[in-house]
């Protein structure tokens, strides 16, 4: 079983700043493959950004590339979403997760076996 925790989201001023972080339960933390979700009030869920077990690959949405950066700690097991000049369209619940296999997609929710309950960010314009 794995229990996922994020924390750092909150309200912020469009071109600001703010590191999101997961804290992860699971002892094996360095085999999984992490990611960032994002939904906004009535939308569906979309990927934000992914980073495989040694940080050597990672993959961001278009929409979010140049401007956030994931990295992971696998001894504190903890993944982070820095996110930087931020926008309105960023306000979103994010979301992280864990996926077990690397064969599947990596931008597709539904590929991932554990989540955590959320962050709210909210950029206001």
């Known amino acids: 079983q794995v229990q996922l925790v994020e924390s750092g989201g909150g309200l912020v001023q469009a071109g600001g700043s703010l590191r999101l972080s997961c804290a992860a339960s699971a002892r094996t933390f360095w085999t999984y493959l992490m990611g960032w979700f994002r939904q906004a009030p009535g939308k569906e869920r979309e990927f934000v950004a992914a980073?495989?077990?040694?940080?050597?690959?990672?993959d961001y949405a278009d929409s979010v590339k140049g401007r956030f950066t994931i990295s992971r700690d696998n001894a504190k097991t903890t993944v982070y979403l820095q996110m930087n000049s931020l926008k309105p369209e960023d306000t979103a619940v994010y979301y992280c997760?864990?996926?077990?296999?690397?064969?599947?997609?990596?931008?597709?929710?539904?590929?991932?076996?554990?989540w955590g309950q959320g962050t709210q960010v909210t950029v206001s314009s």
């Open positions: 980073i495989n077990w040694s940080g050597s690959t990672t």
């Open positions: 997760a864990a996926k077990r296999s690397y064969s599947t997609s990596r931008r597709t929710a539904n590929e991932y076996d554990y």
